[in-house]
Each structure stands twice: as C-alpha cells, then as structure tokens.
C-alpha cells in the first residue's frame, strides 16, 4: 500500500468512527442514548375550565405512552386561530393532532390539509366529512337527549325554553340540539330560540339577562356549552330568579356543579374531558409508533355521558377532583 492510499484509509476510519460515536452518544449518566419521543398536540375550541380537565387526561397518558403533548387552546375559540394553530404544528413537524372543531363544515380543507402531513384525529366535536382517522368523544345525539329528559322532569306540565351556546356551526351543538329535540318530542315544551356567544363569558351572561327582560314566560334556560351552566346560574341570581327558572346545563365547572349541589341548577348532562384527553393521546401515541391503535370499524370511539343531579354530584365531584389529583402525581 502507498504511504497516500494509506493516510486516505487512516483518515476515511477515522471519520467513520467520529460518525459512529454522534450516532450512539451515551446518556449523561453513561447509558444509552434515549430515543426521543414523539410529539403529538392536543387542540381545543376555546379555553374554557372544561380543557383543564381534559390536560389532566393528557399529561397522564403522556406518562403513560411515551409522547410529549403539546395542548393548544385558542385564546377567542375562532376558526381563524385554529387555522394557525395548524400551520404552526405542521411546520414544527408534530406526528400527530386530535382538534375539536370550531365549524367542522368549513373546516374541511384546513383538516384534510393537516391530514397530508400528519396523523389527525376528533376530539369533542366530530368533523365526519374529512379524512380525519377517528373521533375520540361522547355521543353528543345521545348527550341531547339526557338534556332532553332532565327538561322534561323540570317542566313535567310543559312550557317555553331557550338554549344558549357558543355556537351552532360546532357539530356536537348541532348534535345536541338535535337530541334535545327528539327527548322532548310530544311533551308540550317549546324551543323558543337559540342564543349563541362565540365562547364570550360576558355575553353568554348578557345573553341569558335579555331572555329574562325579554320573555317572562320562558321557565328553563338550557346551556349546551360548559360555560353555559355558570353564566345561566348566575344570570339568574342577579334577577333574583333561583327557583323560578329552571336550569340544565351541560359538562362538570366548579359553579355549575356547586349550582347542582344547592339545588338551583336541575342537573347537567357531564361528559369525560379527562378521557378525551387520555384516549387522544393514546391513539396518537400508537399511531407515532406504528401500534395498533384500537381505532373501531366505525373509527368512533365513545366516551359514555352522564347525567349529575342534586343525589350524585357529591360523589361524581370526588371522583373528578381524586382524578386530576393523580394525573398531577400529587
């Protein structure tokens, strides 16, 4: 061998061993190098107390499976900041995204496009016409129903309702408005309207105020929303109404269950945001890795609602605060 081709041979190991020590660096602690985790996100409509529940579902599955989550909620719940909030984890690269949709029928090309470049999924509100892989959430048909029959039992002789939400583009609005109606079918309760309030706290509650002002024979005001049920409440207790005008409410905040504990609120209709939490980045997590990720023929994964009233909201507020407790490792 010539003393050049030699000093070549010397030199390309010497490279190939550099390459070989960056490749399998050890750990600080002399071990292995750790395989990163994927990073998954978890996108919400608004920023309503509800998602605070639904993180705890999160942080504990990301124990659990191995991913990191990065959970997003949109300061004004608009289509717009969605629409960002999906720009912004494509170009970060994320290998997955479970959203609820603000207004999935016009949402149908930001999904499809975050679809081409990761794995994506429903949560809380379905978009069905997209490509989306699965809807992780409650039935929300079923979910109306439940506010359907607690209507019935407040207004046993019939009458006049409104309900309030924050919008009726939201799918699972739609769903539940829809639910809510077949319930009360036959039973002489009028829907006089639909008031919405795009996630504002302030109208959602000036809202309900002008229902009061405005139609003195509307007996029960329905939230369909999670923030509905403490806006209605106290709404309510400014025009010195408790016990004349019957509430139902939908999902589990403090005020709307201590509303239920009092006796002023007839129950609400509660779903599992901890679960749409967990069983998002689940699935995620199993799709990042390539497991199976127990995705249904019907690629509908139920979470099952409940409905709370003055005799279990003791024991369902225990479990909920016992579950976030945990999730925290505290």
């Given at each position: 061998?010539?003393?050049?081709?030699?000093?070549?041979?010397?030199?390309?190991?010497?490279?190939?061993?550099?390459?070989?020590?960056?490749?399998?660096?050890?750990?600080?602690?002399?071990?292995?190098?750790?395989?990163?985790?994927?990073?998954?996100?978890?996108?919400?409509?608004?920023?309503?107390?509800?998602?605070?529940?639904?993180?705890?579902?999160?942080?504990?599955?990301?124990?659990?499976?191995?991913?990191?989550?990065?959970?997003?909620?949109?300061?004004?719940?608009?289509?717009?900041?969605?629409k960002q909030i999906i720009e912004d984890l494509i170009a970060k690269g994320v290998s997955g995204m479970a959203i609820s949709p603000k207004d999935s029928a016009n949402q149908i090309d930001q999904i499809n496009?975050?679809?081409?470049?990761?794995?994506?999924?429903?949560?809380?509100?379905?978009?069905?016409?997209?490509?989306?892989?699965?809807?992780?959430?409650?039935?929300?048909?079923?979910?109306?129903?439940?506010?359907?029959?607690?209507?019935?039992?407040?207004?046993?002789?019939?009458?006049?309702?409104?309900?309030?939400?924050?919008?009726?583009?939201?799918?699972?609005?739609?769903?539940?408005?829809?639910?809510?109606?077949?319930?009360?079918?036959?039973?002489?309760?009028?829907?006089?309207?639909?008031?919405?309030?795009?996630?504002?706290?302030?109208?959602?509650?000036?809202?309900?105020?002008?229902?009061?002002?405005?139609?003195?024979?509307?007996?029960?005001?329905?939230?369909?929303w999670s923030y509905n049920g403490p806006a209605i409440l106290e709404a309510v207790k400014k025009a010195d109404k408790l016990g004349k005008i019957h509430i139902v409410a939908f999902d589990e905040e403090d005020?709307?269950?201590?509303?239920?504990?009092?006796?002023?609120?007839?129950?609400?209709?509660?779903?599992?945001?901890?679960?749409?939490?967990?069983?998002?980045?689940?699935?995620?997590?199993?799709?990042?890795?390539?497991?199976?990720?127990?995705?249904?023929?019907?690629?509908?994964?139920?979470?099952?609602?409940?409905?709370?009233?003055?005799?279990?909201?003791?024991?369902?507020?225990?479990?909920?605060?016992?579950?976030?407790?945990?999730?925290?490792?505290?």
């Amino acid at each position: 061998m010539t003393r050049h081709l030699s000093f070549f041979v010397t030199i390309v190991a010497f490279i190939a061993l550099a390459g070989c020590g960056k490749k399998d660096a050890p750990s600080p602690d002399g071990g292995p190098s750790p395989a990163k985790k994927p990073s998954v996100a978890f996108v919400t409509n608004n920023p309503s107390d509800f998602w605070m529940i639904a993180k705890a579902g999160v942080q504990k599955a990301e124990k659990d499976f191995g991913v990191t989550c990065e959970i997003r909620m949109p300061a004004n719940g608009t289509v717009q900041e969605q629409k960002q909030i999906i720009e912004d984890l494509i170009a970060k690269g994320v290998s997955g995204m479970a959203i609820s949709p603000k207004d999935s029928a016009n949402q149908i090309d930001q999904i499809n496009t975050a679809c081409q470049h990761m794995n994506v999924i429903c949560h809380d509100s379905d978009a069905p016409a997209t490509k989306r892989l699965a809807y992780v959430g409650s039935n929300n048909v079923t979910a109306g129903k439940a506010a359907g029959e607690m209507v019935k039992e407040a207004l046993p002789n019939g009458g006049k309702i409104m309900l309030f939400v924050g919008s009726k583009d939201a799918q699972n609005a739609q769903e539940r408005i829809a639910g809510l109606k077949q319930a009360i079918e036959g039973a002489n309760i009028e829907i006089v309207d639909v008031r919405t309030d795009e996630t504002d706290r302030a109208k959602a509650q000036n809202n309900v105020s002008d229902t009061i002002a405005g139609n003195p024979d509307i007996t029960c005001f329905v939230g369909l929303w999670s923030y509905n049920g403490p806006a209605i409440l106290e709404a309510v207790k400014k025009a010195d109404k408790l016990g004349k005008i019957h509430i139902v409410a939908f999902d589990e905040e403090d005020a709307t269950l201590q509303g239920v504990k009092d006796g002023h609120i007839h129950g609400t209709v509660v779903q599992d945001p901890y679960m749409f939490g967990y069983e998002s980045v689940r699935i995620l997590a199993a799709l990042a890795k390539k497991e199976d990720a127990k995705i249904p023929a019907d690629k509908i994964v139920e979470i099952p609602v409940k409905k709370i009233k003055k005799d279990s909201v003791d024991a369902y507020w225990t479990e909920l605060r016992e579950r976030i407790k945990a999730a925290k490792g505290g």
